[in-house]
């Protein structure tokens, strides 16, 4: 059975530092692309960061030298290091695990539960 668990999420001063981490369980963790996505009320779900298996990483622009993407394979667990953090960050923080090759990422793509964290004074 596939697990994919956030935690690390709370609230945090504008400004501050804060990190998520995502432990998967049931999948071949490192033949996974992993990625952070983000959804604010009413908004729809972006993506934020996303780590390939061979740690080749991609951040959307909004977080770009805010936000880093880290992966340890021998823990099956993927961190999102945030810094800087502006009130405009708060969402629901969801962790996505998605097989790395293209014929089998429809079929293996999984979804967390989501943490939220919210950057407030």
């Known amino acids: 059975q596939v697990q994919v668990v956030e935690s690390g999420g709370g609230l945090v001063q504008p400004g501050g530092s804060l990190r998520l981490s995502c432990a998967a369980s049931g999948i071949s963790f490192s033949m996974y692309n992993m990625g952070w996505y983000r959804q604010a009320p009413g908004k729809q779900r972006d993506l934020v960061a996303v780590?390939?298996?061979?740690?080749?990483?991609d951040n959307a622009d909004s977080v770009k030298d805010r936000f880093t993407i880290s992966r340890d394979n021998a823990k099956n667990t993927v961190y999102l290091q945030m810094s800087t953090l502006k009130p405009e960050d708060t969402a629901v923080y969801y962790c996505?695990?998605?097989?790395?090759?293209?014929?089998?990422?429809?079929?293996?793509?999984?979804w967390g539960q989501g943490t939220q964290v919210t950057v407030s004074s």
């Open positions: 996505n695990a998605k097989h790395s090759w293209l014929a089998l990422a429809a079929k293996h793509d999984y």
């Open positions: 780590i390939t298996p061979g740690g080749r990483t």
